[in-house]
């Protein structure tokens, strides 16, 4: 079974600072993918920023950036240029990757709060 | 962007009581979820769907709980006897693709009381 692990329970940084938010996995899995979904106060889930675990290339959504370290399982997210509108709680998750028909679910950490301060 | 919607957005019962939860997922994809999100805790698997039937569901998934895509937009939670426990956000998401993005509805809070 995965496992995914959010070390910091909560953050905070201030406006126009960069944050990074950590994440390590456990599987046994070589092909998967990674996320980072954002949930603002409203408890909507919205994803940030998506990773196919077969890319070395790590992805970058405007402000948002990941650094994947395949062999170390670890996945952070980079957050420059922090705006109010990121105050929200912040998941990792993990997601096998399977060929051809039903998909695997998500298996999520528990979240990294994070606060930024005007 | 189109959105995965969720109704109601709040729903309260009483213990012992069924509620179904629905849930409209994007007209074009293929995978259906539900998941669970006890107040400050993270979000839980319950369970995917996809071709009519269920592919995978989590031990919370019990004997209580039943999915069903009765006609081609519609996809619904129905928990036969409610709990205090099962007091949760329930939220409903879609994807294309295996792999793609999930696509979540914004969410029904459901209170057991």
């Known amino acids: 079974a995965q496992t995914v692990t959010q070390s910091q329970p909560e953050m905070s940084v201030q406006e126009a600072e960069t944050v990074t938010l950590s994440c390590t996995y456990d599987t046994s899995e070589s092909n998967y993918y990674l996320f980072w979904y954002k949930q603002p106060p409203s408890r909507q889930m919205i994803l940030v920023i998506r990773q196919e675990a077969y890319k070395q290339q790590n992805a970058t959504e405007n402000r948002f950036s990941v650094n994947f370290q395949k062999a170390a399982k670890s996945f952070s997210l980079k957050i420059s240029d922090s705006q109010l509108g990121d105050t929200a709680m912040y998941f990792c998750a993990f997601m096998k990757r399977r060929s051809g028909g039903s998909n695997y679910k998500l298996t999520f950490g528990k979240g990294t709060l994070l606060t930024v301060n005007p | 962007e189109p959105e995965v919607t969720q109704t109601p957005s709040h729903q309260v019962t009483q213990m012992g009581q069924e509620v179904i939860l629905r849930c409209v997922p994007i007209?074009?994809?293929?995978?259906f979820y539900w998941y669970r999100q006890i107040l400050g805790q993270k979000v839980e698997f319950l369970v995917s769907f996809y071709n009519n039937e269920i592919s995978e569901k989590s031990e919370i998934f019990d004997d209580q709980f039943s999915v069903e895509r009765p006609d081609g937009s519609n996809f619904t939670l129905k928990i036969r006897s409610t709990k205090l426990e099962d007091s949760a956000m329930y939220f409903c998401?879609?994807?294309?693709?295996?792999?793609?993005?999930?696509?979540f509805g914004s969410g029904t809070q459901l209170s057991v009381l």
């Open positions: 998401a879609s994807n294309p693709q295996a792999g793609e993005k999930l696509f």
């Open positions: 007209s074009n994809h293929l995978y």
